[in-house]
């Protein structure tokens, strides 16, 4: 059984999949975008639950359940991500992340020459 913050990643990997963002485990034909899930081992470096580049754009994206918030170390590695010019944002709302990276996602599109047809 899925946690709610499992529910809300779930919900992210298929939109991201309807924008054409890909990963290896969730491939997309004719991708514009890749993102990757960091799963916790002990070992590197930490980093929120997505990561990833739209058309050359870097992105990351810390999920949670309904009422929680990052802890320190997840707002202290936006922060950098941030300072670096990436967007990287939180959110415990499918439909604030869908709003915020659709957001980024049409901006990118805009502002890049040949903007990519939505399937």
Partial sequence: MKTPE???KD???AWLKSRRVASLSAPVA???????MYVP???GDPALDFTGCYRGRFWALETK?????PSARQNLIMKVQQDAL???????DIDDIVERLGE????VDATLPNP????
Wanted: charge should be positive; hydrophobic fraction near 35%; aromatic fraction near 20%.
């Fill in 6 to 8: 499992g529910r809300i």
């Fill in 116 to 119: 990519p047809a939505q399937r």
């Fill in 41 to 43: 081992s002990g070992y």
């Fill in 104 to 107: 980024f996602f049409d901006f």
């Fill in 11 to 13: 919900q992210v990997k």
């Fill in 30 to 36: 004719d991708a514009v975008g890749y993102y990757h």
């Fill in 86 to 92: 990436g967007l990287s944002i939180w959110s415990d």
């Fill in 65 to 69: 359940a309904r009422g929680n918030t």
